[in-house]
């Protein structure tokens, strides 16, 4: 408001080398702030001089105006977008071949903000030729610098197949990969991130990330003591294991499935999430890979996870993670029904259908994931309880089973009288025709007509 940035602004071109950082570096702070002042930064034409100083001064300068165009980047496309009309990209990526490793890291961080907002920008980068620069700096001594070369390979790479496919080009998975065993915990997420977000777009490059031998390394970072890298390497596993059955078959192989198993049971909240999920894509693709999760006895954690979790997205994720387990056959839905889900499901189903907009999803899910184990379920001990409680477009799932089962089995029969099932089911009102009304009666021409009366 007192007019700093305008007075700022001559002193970038002062005689004085400290007087020059300096001025750059309260800019930069200023740009920091909010996207308002990055605005006035812009505005007050000092881009243009930063940059055409960046190729002129030393290492102190280049630091501190690589800071500025970071600082301005980082809030919106249209500003990232403002840096590169001033043709800044071609000094940043001069910049990654300087000999001070501290510039080459503040170019890095510069280039990663940029690339981080769509899909234009971070292809701007590429074109800058930052790619092949960004991959030697993964393999300079300096962690720092590892670090953040490692966060902009990633940023580039989440766009779009075509990005990720640049930066493996560039050789990048190889170094990646060598470095999940370091011992930095901050440069084993940015790492792990990057394969990620390689991995996710397509079966191809999923399979190139494999081929660059990161099972079984990548997971020892699942009992990282960090939560961040557990986050991260059972993100990279979820990606992996989404594809195709070959390569979640791969994961199973390689022990995958127990470890993440394991590494849910471990912890909270959301580091929990991609585990999960990665449990229902495995279970999604087949018979034997669904087995595979509940021989490894990955169905007690997911059922913690329904009940020890608050946040509806997790709650929503290990629901849609057990549909998945229990959809194959009647052996896998009863292994999901015998540890008791049913009625959290269904508690969880009727809990959701109540409230507002946000917990839309998780009852989607949740239905979904009743409907998928209740349709194989033909264990009825589990579906008994149900009976009470369930509303009717799940009620009808639950009286399909039952018209399934007691026809052929005298023993469920004589139950199903003794507990209340066969009254609770006079009770139920369908329409005339409608496939409820089938399921009742095919259930009452099991009995003689006293016993239904």
């Known amino acids: 408001n007192s007019g700093v940035i305008s007075l700022l602004r001559p002193l970038l071109l002062d005689s004085v080398p400290t007087i020059q950082q300096t001025a750059a570096l309260a800019l930069g702070r200023l740009a920091n702030y909010n996207d308002d002042l990055a605005e006035a930064v812009v505005k007050g034409d000092i881009l243009p001089q930063l940059v055409y100083s960046l190729s002129e001064q030393n290492r102190f300068y280049k630091k501190a105006a690589a800071f500025v165009l970071r600082a301005v980047g980082k809030h919106s496309p249209q500003l990232a977008q403002a840096i590169v009309q001033c043709g800044a990209l071609e000094m940043l990526v001069i910049c990654l071949e300087d000999f001070d490793p501290g510039v080459k890291e503040a170019a ?15 292809q701007a980068v590429v074109d800058a030729g930052a790619v092949p620069l960004l991959v ?103 990606e992996i294991a989404k594809h195709t059955p070959e390569l979640s078959q791969l994961i199973v192989n390689a022990g995958g499935v127990a470890a993440v198993i394991d590494c849910i049971g471990s912890c909270r909240g959301t580091v929990r999430l991609p585990g999960i999920m990665m449990l229902g894509y495995v279970a999604a693709h087949s018979e034997n890979l669904s087995m595979a999760v509940i021989v490894s006895k990955g169905i007690p954690p997911l ?32 292994a999901v029904a015998v540890a008791n889900v049913l009625p959290t499901l269904l508690a969880m189903y009727t809990d959701t259908h109540s409230s507002e907009d946000l917990q839309m999803k998780a009852s989607i899910f949740t239905k979904k994931a009743l409907k998928n184990i209740l349709q194989k379920c033909l264990y009825l001990p589990a579906l008994e309880p149900l009976l009470h409680d369930a509303p009717p477009n799940i009620m009808k799932h639950i ?25 609770k089911v006079q009770e139920i009102e369908a329409e005339p025709g409608s496939l409820l009304q089938e399921y009742i009666n095919t259930i009452n021409n099991c009995y003689p007509e006293e016993i239904v009366r």
């Not at 890095?108 to 971070?122: K, M, T, V």
């Not at 996710?200 to 990161?214: G, M, N, T």
């Open 136 to 238: 030697l700096c993964i393999q300079e001594p300096e962690i720092a610098l590892k670090r953040i070369a490692a966060s902009t390979l990633s940023d580039i790479s989440k766009h779009s197949p075509e990005l990720a496919q640049t930066v493996v080009d560039a050789g990048a998975i190889a170094h990646l990969a060598q470095l999940i065993l370091n011992p930095d915990a901050k440069l084993k997420r940015q790492v792990l991130s990057a394969l990620s977000q390689i991995a996710k777009h397509s079966v191809d490059l999923a399979e190139l990330v494999v081929e660059a031998e990161i099972f079984p390394v990548v997971l020892t970072c699942l009992k990282d003591s960090d939560e961040y890298v557990k986050k991260n390497g059972a993100t990279l596993i979820r």
């Open 108 to 122: 890095s961080w510069a280039l990663g903000y940029i690339a981080r907002h769509n899909s234009e920008l971070s």
């Open 303 to 334: 059922c913690a996870c329904l009940i020890e979790e608050h946040e509806d997205h997790i709650k929503a994720a290990a629901a849609w993670a057990l549909g998945q387990v229990g959809r194959h056959t009647p052996e896998h839905a009863r």
């Open 399 to 423: 009286i399909g089973q039952f018209s399934k089962v007691l026809p052929h089995d005298s023993k469920a029969r004589r139950l199903f009288v003794t507990t209340g099932g066969l009254k």
